[in-house]
């Protein structure tokens, strides 16, 4: 999992700036005849940062984003940028504007009249329209490319492009719509970083929307992720893969393992968890605070977080009896699938520190273990 | 081994049938009779059948031919046939203006239709083609005469107190003429339209464009190759148009269809009709080389 970043960056060294709120959706519903795509949703997005909406197709991600834009009025909720209320404005009279999925650059137009358009329709002067495609070309290092047309440009230069059209007129908001989806995978590592470092230079807002978790988690600052049509879970992407809420982020971000089990013992300072998977308990740093009625709970552990080993652990808790079941050599790490006693086969990452070392291998009895605080129990 | 290989080069392959069979109908059905016509034109009008002289002699093991340019001199000479040339321009001119008119809303609603409601639009449109030109223009006629649908239609709602002469005018023959060639003009422009990407409509609204600015700044840009491929598929026919002037048309309607006929079988100066029908060839040209032009722009466009 690729966290490795300005967002990255900014969550370690703690972002000391005061939050300032920008847009605030408020209880926003859209509704297709029958269908809703949007279902009571509501969140803020700071000033400066870079925000994204993370889902599957269908989840109303785009639908969201097509609403912040104008080209849908919600069925009810409003939505306030600069605590001014624009849910219903047309699109040309927001001070936002969209990078779209396939870039919709104008292909009867050169790339400087691309850029231009926006402007033009504010009536500047034919000095100033120069001036700021000329500021524009050299922000986004396209200025040998300016009378060419787009069908004579590379994804990657569309791209740019398209940026420079959608950040021309300074709007108070970005919204990006897929930027990656029109690109082949190799470009698109270095596209996500080079926009991040011209979205954060020009300092503007921005939200986007992605269905490729490694993207969210590369550009945003912070991630929602949504699911039939409301948000499941908020925050930063260590947030969302450390400490997912519910069994639906945790799938949905990165690979992980699930016991289901019973909660035994549920103290103020710890508690533990019998899962009929595993032959110790489960301990947790924490209480759980379970109701008398319900006791069942689930553990969410991530791959590279299970350790394997061929003696067994000296603890008392957090581990079980397994043997290696299947082994998948990916490079940089390899894939451990482990079967436990009651049939379950759970995944560990082990990093392929050395080039020749000796390791369990196909059939061998192991341990799988982990570290106290390494988990996290699901109450949903 | 290597003979046959060199045979089977040299045998036509099922390559060169596809594209012979387009070939030899170009030659056999425009090529030859245009020869024929070109020759024609530089004969001399004759009493007899066919009704003009040989250009070429063979005599005394000497083949003479003779090119006689009376009949292209005298089509310059005589106002009538420039002023014919220029009725037919002017009327093809404002009739295909018409057509683009009319014909652009309509194909601009048809594409924004229901996917389902397109098919049916479309047939609606090209449905009148499949009756014949001639029954179709009779029609016309018994709507515009003086005791037709029209007049009575118009005095039945007290708009005129008599009768208003449109048949046998100019203005029936515009009324003739955009009818007839509106399913030409809607069609192209239709298949311009549907293709429109509409995200780009929203990038420009997105951009602060009105939805008015948008269409002229977007949409028509963007159609031109439709435009185009409709004016030419309505003004290259309408120049030549008989049927519609000679039937709706009066005395004042001068086009050069009408004269083509008149030299041909009133006069039967077939040289001077086939110089005629030359020279409309080599007005034409110029279109038809337009014409192409775009086509090929919009074949690039879609690779």
Same mark, same amino acid.
Request: charge should be negative.
């Given at each position: 999992?690729?966290?490795?970043?300005?967002?990255?960056?900014?969550?370690?060294?703690?972002?000391?700036?005061?939050?300032?709120?920008?847009?605030?959706?408020?209880?926003?519903?859209?509704?297709?005849?029958?269908?809703?795509?949007?279902?009571?949703?509501?969140?803020?997005?700071?000033?400066?940062?870079?925000?994204?909406?993370?889902?599957?197709?269908?989840?109303?991600?785009?639908?969201?984003?097509?609403?912040?834009?104008?080209?849908?009025?919600?069925?009810?909720?409003?939505?306030?940028?600069?605590?001014?209320?624009?849910?219903?404005?047309?699109?040309? $009279?927001?001070?936002?504007?969209?990078?779209?999925?396939?870039?919709?650059?104008?292909?009867?137009?050169?790339?400087?009249?691309?850029?231009?358009?926006?402007?033009?329709?504010?009536?500047?002067?034919?000095?100033?329209?120069?001036?700021?495609?000329?500021?524009?070309?050299?922000?986004?290092?396209?200025?040998?490319?300016?009378?060419?047309?787009?069908?004579?440009?590379?994804?990657?230069?569309?791209?740019?492009?398209?940026?420079?059209?959608?950040?021309?007129?300074?709007?108070?908001?970005?919204?990006?719509?897929?930027?990656?989806?029109?690109?082949?995978?190799?470009?698109?590592?270095?596209?996500?970083? $080079?926009?991040? $470092?011209?979205?954060?230079?020009?300092?503007?807002?921005?939200?986007?929307?992605?269905?490729?978790? $490694?993207?969210?988690?590369?550009?945003?600052?912070?991630?929602?992720?949504?699911?039939?049509?409301?948000?499941?879970?908020?925050?930063?992407?260590?947030?969302?893969?450390?400490?997912?809420?519910?069994?639906?982020?945790?799938?949905?971000?990165?690979?992980?393992?699930?016991?289901?089990?019973?909660?035994?013992?549920?103290?103020?300072?710890?508690?533990?968890?019998?899962?009929?998977?595993?032959?110790?308990?489960?301990?947790?740093?924490?209480?759980?605070?379970?109701?008398?009625?319900?006791?069942?709970?689930?553990?969410?552990?991530?791959?590279?977080?299970?350790?394997?080993?061929?003696?067994?652990?000296?603890?008392?808790?957090?581990?079980?009896?397994?043997?290696?079941?299947?082994?998948?050599?990916?490079?940089?790490?390899?894939?451990?699938?482990?079967?436990?006693?009651?049939?379950?086969?759970?995944?560990?990452?082990?990093?392929?520190?050395?080039?020749?070392?000796?390791?369990?291998?196909?059939?061998?009895?192991?341990?799988?273990?982990?570290?106290?605080?390494?988990?996290?129990?699901?109450?949903? | 081994?290597?003979?046959?290989?060199?045979?089977?080069?040299?045998?036509?392959?099922?390559?060169?049938?596809?594209?012979?069979?387009?070939?030899?109908?170009?030659?056999?059905?425009?090529?030859?009779?245009?020869?024929?016509?070109?020759?024609?034109?530089?004969?001399?009008?004759?009493?007899?059948?066919?009704?003009?002289?040989?250009?070429?002699?063979?005599?005394?093991?000497?083949?003479?031919?003779?090119?006689?340019?009376?009949?292209?001199?005298?089509?310059?000479?005589?106002?009538?046939?420039?002023?014919?040339?220029?009725?037919?321009?002017?009327?093809?001119?404002?009739?295909?203006?018409?057509?683009?008119?009319?014909?652009?809303?309509?194909?601009?609603?048809?594409?924004?239709?229901?996917?389902?409601?397109?098919?049916?639009?479309?047939?609606?449109?090209?449905?009148?083609?499949?009756?014949?030109?001639?029954?179709?223009?009779?029609?016309?006629?018994?709507?515009?005469?003086?005791?037709?649908?029209?007049?009575?239609?118009?005095?039945?709602?007290?708009?005129?107190?008599?009768?208003?002469?449109?048949?046998?005018?100019?203005?029936?023959?515009?009324?003739?003429?955009?009818?007839?060639?509106?399913?030409?003009?809607?069609?192209?422009?239709?298949?311009?339209?549907?293709?429109?990407?509409?995200?780009?409509?929203?990038?420009?609204?997105?951009?602060?464009?009105?939805?008015?600015?948008?269409?002229?700044?977007?949409?028509?840009?963007?159609?031109?190759?439709?435009?185009?491929?409709?004016?030419?598929?309505?003004?290259?026919?309408?120049?030549?148009?008989?049927?519609?002037?000679?039937?709706?048309?009066?005395?004042?309607?001068?086009?050069?269809?009408?004269?083509?006929?008149?030299?041909?079988?009133?006069?039967?100066?077939?040289?001077?009709?086939?110089?005629?029908?030359?020279?409309?060839?080599?007005?034409?040209?110029?279109?038809?080389?337009?014409?192409?032009?775009?086509?090929?722009?919009?074949?690039?466009?879609?690779?």
């Amino acid at each position: 999992m690729a966290v490795a970043s300005s967002a990255y960056k900014k969550v370690i060294e703690g972002d000391q700036q005061p939050k300032e709120v920008l847009v605030k959706i408020d209880r926003v519903t859209k509704k297709f005849d029958e269908t809703i795509a949007v279902d009571d949703v509501s969140l803020t997005i700071n000033k400066g940062e870079i925000f994204a909406l993370l889902g599957g197709s269908g989840s109303g991600k785009s639908t969201l984003l097509r609403m912040l834009a104008g080209f849908e009025r919600p069925t009810q909720g409003r939505i306030y940028l600069d605590g001014e209320d624009i849910t219903d404005l047309p699109p040309y $009279e927001r001070p936002i504007n969209m990078m779209f999925q396939s870039y919709a650059l104008f292909p009867h137009m050169s790339v400087a009249d691309n850029i231009a358009f926006g402007l033009k329709q504010d009536k500047m002067s034919r000095a100033d329209i120069e001036a700021r495609v000329e500021e524009m070309l050299k922000l986004v290092q396209m200025t040998q490319y300016a009378k060419r047309k787009p069908h004579q440009l590379s994804g990657g230069q569309r791209q740019r492009v398209a940026l420079a059209r959608s950040l021309a007129k300074s709007p108070k908001l970005l919204l990006l719509d897929e930027p990656m989806g029109a690109l082949d995978k190799k470009l698109r590592s270095q596209m996500q970083l $080079e926009l991040v $470092e011209i979205i954060e230079r020009v300092g503007v807002t921005c939200v986007m929307v992605t269905h490729d978790q $490694e993207e969210a988690m590369t550009m945003a600052q912070r991630i929602a992720i949504m699911h039939l049509g409301w948000i499941a879970q908020i925050g930063s992407p260590i947030d969302i893969y450390e400490t997912p809420t519910s069994r639906l982020v945790c799938e949905f971000i990165g690979n992980v393992n699930l016991f289901d089990g019973q909660v035994v013992e549920d103290m103020e300072g710890h508690a533990l968890i019998d899962s009929p998977d595993l032959d110790r308990n489960i301990f947790v740093g924490h209480g759980v605070s379970t109701s008398v009625q319900d006791k069942s709970i689930t553990y969410a552990i991530r791959p590279e977080k299970l350790l394997v080993t061929t003696e067994q652990p000296s603890c008392e808790y957090n581990w079980s009896r397994g043997t290696v079941h299947d082994i998948a050599y990916l490079g940089g790490h390899s894939v451990f699938h482990v079967q436990l006693p009651s049939g379950k086969i759970v995944q560990s990452f082990v990093a392929n520190a050395e080039r020749r070392g000796a390791r369990p291998t196909w059939d061998d009895q192991v341990f799988v273990w982990w570290e106290d605080d390494s988990g996290v129990a699901l109450r949903s | 081994m290597n003979i046959s290989r060199s045979i089977s080069r040299r045998m036509p392959s099922g390559r060169h049938f596809v594209i012979g069979v387009p070939f030899i109908w170009l030659f056999l059905f425009f090529l030859l009779p245009f020869i024929i016509v070109l020759k024609i034109s530089f004969a001399e009008a004759d009493v007899a059948i066919p009704p003009y002289t040989e250009i070429y002699n063979w005599a005394e093991q000497q083949l003479s031919i003779v090119l006689n340019l009376s009949n292209y001199i005298f089509l310059s000479e005589d106002d009538l046939y420039l002023a014919a040339y220029l009725g037919s321009i002017k009327m093809a001119f404002i009739s295909t203006a018409l057509c683009v008119l009319i014909g652009y809303p309509m194909a601009y609603a048809i594409a924004r239709a229901d996917k389902e409601m397109q098919m049916v639009f479309l047939l609606l449109i090209m449905m009148p083609t499949w009756t014949a030109i001639l029954i179709r223009v009779y029609a016309w006629m018994g709507i515009l005469s003086s005791n037709g649908l029209l007049n009575s239609l118009l005095l039945s709602i007290g708009v005129i107190d008599s009768p208003i002469r449109i048949l046998n005018t100019n203005l029936a023959v515009y009324i003739g003429i955009v009818y007839s060639y509106l399913p030409f003009m809607v069609l192209p422009l239709y298949a311009n339209l549907v293709k429109h990407d509409q995200s780009l409509l929203e990038a420009a609204s997105d951009l602060g464009s009105s939805n008015f600015n948008s269409f002229w700044k977007i949409t028509v840009p963007l159609s031109k190759n439709g435009i185009i491929a409709g004016c030419m598929l309505v003004f290259i026919p309408a120049v030549g148009e008989f049927v519609i002037p000679e039937l709706l048309g009066g005395p004042e309607t001068l086009m050069i269809g009408k004269v083509l006929w008149q030299e041909f079988f009133n006069n039967r100066d077939w040289p001077v009709a086939s110089a005629l029908a030359v020279v409309m060839l080599a007005v034409l040209i110029i279109p038809i080389i337009l014409f192409n032009r775009s086509q090929a722009k919009e074949m690039e466009g879609r690779a």
